[in-house]
């Protein structure tokens, strides 16, 4: 069992001092110059299957560090200090929240927030390298056995670029690095994914694959959108899912003959899903992605889908698309995290979408994990370990977000069920009926819930 403690009122935010100056709005924002050479051009689908290699040699320095110190030998990052000379917040050693998942293996997760690749991202990637944005973390990404982002925009050099207002598409020359950070699985249920239409989503299935990369969410049709991945480490058995309920209308959502997106608007589907798969796996991670953009509590159809994922199965609920962190829930003995925030992407005025996490799990074949989060400050697609205060106080800020739950200073994540907030409170049920309006009587590509990123 957790332990039960205290409950942690709502946190300061982060003080603008600690992030030094305000980036400037994008987009048309102006980054700051960057003087290192760009990786050679080339072909993106001569270079596509490059990462597959080191997803093998991934595995190998996994299996000799298995004995090493969960998060790092030394407590660092990998990306040093800070360059006022700040101490980065300490990832600490040890079990990584209180309340260890029992006797037995263990299998070590982390997840990511919304990760792109393209516009003013792809400029700082052929300035720099595609390796960029990882030199920071890549010790986080690295040294789990499993690593997990939400992939917002699609990989292709093709497609039909949609009528919508943000409108992605990313090189297939970025994906070796991203596999050799060491991310392992990415949810494709999101709401950019078919920006570039279903031949830049079926485009980007094809790098990924190329790459070593596995993903969920996406599918030729909705049979293989619904399939979920599994992966073995450790002798644990993880089955990984992915469900968008944020759809710019019904023609991105995947059906018996139609690709697309794996959709929770109806949650009967995603539910018996859940119900199916877990009858095949010890552990089940529902990727989702859902919520408003840049509010910093979840809906109320977020709780409600988040327990009845939970109800049918799943272990360990993290999901995504507000672009700010919300707070982390813990029901019925599982973890829901309802949003990570921004982990590489587009650099705007708004603070709030600066802050995020990597949240690191640590699982038995039970289904019993323990978490703990550790605070990243990312600007200008390049994200790093917060220096202190900074780091104690979002961690702060988040455990007030919370609900059942709170976060030690060090960043474990321990159950409080006298913490109380608006994800226990009865939420409006997500009907089965539940849909997007049809794609008439939407604007052209247009979420109903979609703001300014």
């Known amino acids: ?177 991203l596999k050799e950070s060491g991310i392992d699985v990415v949810n494709m249920a999101n709401n950019h994914i078919m920006d570039y239409g279903a031949a830049g989503m079926l485009d980007t299935m094809k790098y990924l694959d190329q790459n070593g990369i596995e993903h969920v969410g996406t599918g030729h049709n909705l049979e293989e959108a619904l399939k979920p991945v599994f992966i073995t480490k450790q002798g644990i058995k993880i089955a990984f899912l992915g469900f968008s309920r944020v759809v710019p209308d019904n023609t991105w959502k995947a059906s018996a003959k139609q690709p697309g997106v794996a959709d929770t608007y109806n949650y009967t589907v995603p539910v018996e899903t859940i119900r199916k798969t877990k009858e095949q796996a010890d552990l089940v991670v529902v990727l989702a992605h859902w919520g408003t953009e840049r509010k910093d509590t979840p809906d109320p159809v977020q709780t409600d889908l988040a327990h009845r994922y939970v ?89 007030g977000l919370s609900f059942r739950s709170r976060i030690e200073a060090g960043g474990s994540v321990v159950r409080d069920d006298s913490v109380t907030g608006p994800a226990v409170m009865a939420p409006a049920s997500a009907a089965p009926s539940a849909s997007p309006a049809p794609a008439a009587s939407v604007s052209p590509g247009q979420s109903a819930n979609t703001k300014k990123k």
């Not at 260890?100 to 390298?129: C, I, S, Y």
């Not at 690295?142 to 997990?148: A, C, I, L, W």
């Not at 995290?337 to 640590?362: H, M, P």
Request: charged letters at 20%; one cysteine or more; aromatic letters at 6%.
């Open 1 to 177: 069992m957790l332990i039960v403690g205290a409950a942690v009122v709502a946190g300061v935010c982060v003080a603008a001092a600690a992030h030094k100056l305000a980036a400037p709005s994008d987009p048309g924002a102006k980054p700051p110059a960057q003087a290192a050479a760009p990786h050679a051009a080339g072909s993106g689908g001569a270079q596509a299957g490059a990462g597959a290699a080191s997803g093998r040699r991934k595995a190998g320095r996994r299996r000799s560090r298995r004995d090493r110190r969960w998060r790092g030998a030394s407590g660092g990052t990998g990306g040093g200090s800070a360059a006022d000379g700040s101490k980065p917040v300490r990832e600490g050693g040890g079990t990584p929240a209180a309340g260890a998942p029992g006797a037995g293996p263990h299998v070590r997760m982390a997840f990511v927030g919304d990760v792109l690749l393209a516009d003013t991202v792809e400029k700082l990637l052929l300035q720099n390298g595609y390796d960029y944005p990882y030199q920071n973390v890549k010790q986080l990404l690295s040294e789990p056995d499993v690593t997990v982002a939400n992939l917002e925009t699609p990989v292709t050099e093709g497609g039909t670029k949609q009528s919508k207002e943000y409108v992605y598409r990313s090189s297939p020359l970025a994906l070796p690095a």
């Open 311 to 399: 109800d049918a199965g799943a272990d360990l609920v993290v999901a995504s698309h507000p672009h700010v962190l919300q707070g982390l829930e813990a029901y019925k003995g599982k973890w829901i995290a309802y949003s990570l925030g921004n982990f590489i992407f587009t650099t705007n005025d708004v603070a709030k979408t600066w802050e995020t996490i990597v949240l690191q799990a640590e699982c038995g074949k039970t289904g019993d994990c323990s978490l703990r989060a550790v605070p990243i400050l990312t600007k200008w697609a390049k994200p790093e370990p917060m220096v202190e205060p900074a780091g104690s106080e979002l961690l702060q800020r988040l455990s």
